[in-house]
């Protein structure tokens, strides 16, 4: 067995590990669980059988198993980043309607406060114009 498979099965189950450690820690969630997986278990089986992937690259119209292992690896690179890409498009559509509900919650707000104030300002308009009548009354 060629050193490098040695190497890609060790850092492989280091993973694998790591990835367990987070599921025990919670803070993997079950897609991105099931995504790692498979990936680590086609990369430990490709090393572990680096004959297999090359019959099945050839069987794939591809010349090595290198080329195939580039391929696949560009594949599921395009697949993440396209799952990245509509999680922050989801997450920028909530924090949009956020802003909005902040934005509507302030204005109510604000015009409660207005409102307040100027009926303060009402009465005290009110209370300090019948002071003056009840003053000239008395005068009379």
């Known amino acids: 067995m060629h050193p490098i498979y040695i190497v890609t099965i060790i850092l492989g189950v280091a993973v694998l590990t790591n990835i367990f450690i987070k599921i025990k820690d919670k803070k993997l969630i079950i897609n991105e669980l099931i995504f790692w997986i498979l990936i680590l278990a086609v990369l430990i089986l490709m090393s572990v059988f680096p004959g297999f992937s090359v019959k099945l690259a050839h069987f794939l119209g591809f010349k090595s198993g290198f080329e195939f292992f580039i391929a696949l690896?560009?594949?599921v690179i395009l697949l993440f980043l396209f799952n990245?890409?509509?999680k922050i498009r989801l997450l920028e559509e909530k924090l949009s309607k956020l802003n909005e509900n902040i934005?509507?919650?302030?204005?109510?707000e604000d015009s409660?406060?207005?409102?307040k104030n100027n009926e303060s300002?009402?009465?005290e308009f009110h209370n300090s114009t019948s002071f003056f009548k009840n003053k000239n009354k008395k005068a009379d």
């Open 73 to 75: 690896s560009v594949l």
């Open 103 to 108: 934005a509507i919650k302030q204005s109510l």
């Open 121 to 123: 300002s009402n009465i």
């Open 112 to 115: 409660i406060n207005s409102t």
């Open 84 to 86: 990245i890409y509509k």
